[in-house]
């Protein structure tokens, strides 16, 4: 069989979660998959989360949700510098292991619109 035409590098049940137009409070965790939901832990394949403000924002691995873009296992982070007029962007381009038991979580430390998407498989 030849893996040429194939979906064979693809996610298999691969599953989608969005964040449209969620309101951040300052660190205040959102959360975009429960604890409970990660039984014998998750692959995130790709993601791309935006927030419309100059800010540290971060995607966080933890069982309970976290207080601070710093607390726990930091997936990706990244922080904004420009002014009035600056954004915040995470972009996940290669698979990550989220362990069991673990949720994710997208927080930052300003008040900010967020707004993207994160493709993962629960396994």
Do not use: W
Not at 5 to 22: D, E, K, L, R
Not at 48 to 74: E, H
Request: hydrophobic fraction near 45%; proline fraction near 6%.
């Amino acid at each position: 069989m030849s893996l040429e035409n194939s979906n064979a590098n693809q996610p298999i049940n691969a599953q989608s979660v969005s964040a449209p137009y969620t309101v951040l409070a300052a660190n205040v965790a959102v959360e975009l998959l429960a604890p409970a939901s990660n039984v014998n832990g998750v692959v995130i394949h790709a993601g791309t989360l935006i927030l419309s403000t100059q800010a540290f924002m971060s995607l966080i691995a933890r069982a309970t949700p976290p207080t601070f873009v710093t607390n726990s296992r930091v997936i990706e982070s990244n922080i904004s510098t420009g002014g009035a007029s600056a954004t915040c962007n995470i972009q996940i381009k290669r698979p990550i292991i989220v362990p069991a038991g673990m949720g994710i979580y997208l927080i930052a430390d300003a008040i900010g619109t967020a707004f993207g998407n994160l493709q993962y498989t629960v396994l």
